[in-house]
């Protein structure tokens, strides 16, 4: 049995993550053998699963429940840490179709001193869900697609952006939204009105508490028609309900931005 103190601690999530997403139960059963140690545990908030057959059991009722039927699959999130025999990453369960996360789980492994798992601990939680849907939404906003940013958007979403109210023929993007075809809207707005080859901003800071979170960022847009460059100190408020963004408050300096 190959031992996984050869893997990097990305590979072991990775294996971790795809077991999850297996068809075949032979394939399956083996990928838990050279996962964890005979005697190795799985602790959730409410069970724990000790041994092989226990795990490959667990396993095998999440596939039938939530992959086989085509709904859902795992994903790794970028961003595995490891070290002394400790690895922890985040997966979410994501709807085979697109769209937000369902359920985000941030695992903590102990390995034995043959590499397999001899502890496994799951949690999740809010927080998780949140910040998970929270990421991808950032990735998604620089990537640049419309579209796929209004997918992580409700049906109906309490918006606000700053100033003005009413409207503004120098900020056109700013005005009254409240739907998911508004969002995409919006950021189409955005995209004509500047140049989106040259937008920017450094790495934003992400705060979470259980539904909410908070954004700090910087915009960095050039305008299409003068090119013009412009900064602007932001911060975002969302809120996220069953995996979707149902508030979105902008708290910038519009008028400078004007």
């Given at each position: 049995m190959p031992s996984a103190l050869i893997m990097t601690e990305t590979s072991i999530a990775e294996r971790y993550t795809a077991v999850w997403n297996e068809p075949d139960p032979d394939r399956r059963r083996e990928a838990v053998a050279q996962l964890w140690a005979e005697d190795g545990s799985e602790f959730?908030?409410?069970?724990?699963?000790?041994?092989?057959?226990?795990?490959?059991?667990?396993?095998?009722?999440?596939?039938?429940?939530?992959?086989?039927?085509?709904?859902?699959?795992?994903?790794?999130?970028?961003?595995?840490v490891g070290h002394h025999g400790a690895v922890t990453f985040t997966t979410h369960m994501v709807p085979a179709a697109g769209g937000g996360p369902a359920w985000t789980g941030v695992v903590f492994l102990l390995l034995g001193e043959d590499g397999r798992i001899t502890r496994d601990y799951q949690f999740s939680g809010a927080?998780?869900?949140?910040?998970?849907?929270?990421?991808?939404?950032?990735?998604?906003?620089?990537?640049?697609?419309?579209?796929?940013?209004?997918?992580l958007f409700a049906?109906?979403?309490?918006?606000?952006?700053?100033?003005?109210?009413?409207?503004?023929?120098?900020?056109?993007?700013?005005?009254?939204?409240?739907?998911r075809a508004d969002v995409a809207d919006h950021f189409r707005a955005l995209d004509s009105f500047?140049?989106?080859?040259?937008?920017?901003?450094?790495?934003?800071?992400?705060?979470?508490?259980?539904?909410?979170?908070?954004?700090?960022?910087?915009?960095?847009?050039?305008?299409r028609r003068t090119g013009?460059?412009?900064?602007?100190?932001c911060a975002l408020r969302l809120t996220v309900t069953d995996g979707l963004i149902t508030r979105y408050h902008v708290y910038e300096d519009s008028l400078s931005v004007a």
């Open positions: 959730t908030d409410t069970s724990r699963y000790t041994g092989h057959g226990a795990l490959e059991a667990r396993i095998a009722g999440a596939y039938e429940q939530f992959v086989a039927p085509g709904e859902f699959v795992f994903v790794l999130e970028p961003g595995v927080d998780a869900g949140t910040r998970a849907v929270v990421t991808e939404f950032l990735r998604r906003l620089s990537e640049g697609s419309p579209e796929r940013i209004a997918e049906d109906v979403v309490d918006w606000q952006l700053a100033w003005p109210s009413t409207g503004h023929p120098a900020v056109p993007w700013i005005r009254a939204r409240s739907t500047h140049v989106p080859e040259r937008r920017g901003g450094r790495e934003p800071e992400v705060l979470v508490q259980g539904a909410d979170a908070v954004v700090l960022g910087e915009i960095r847009q050039t305008v013009r460059s412009y900064r602007a100190l």
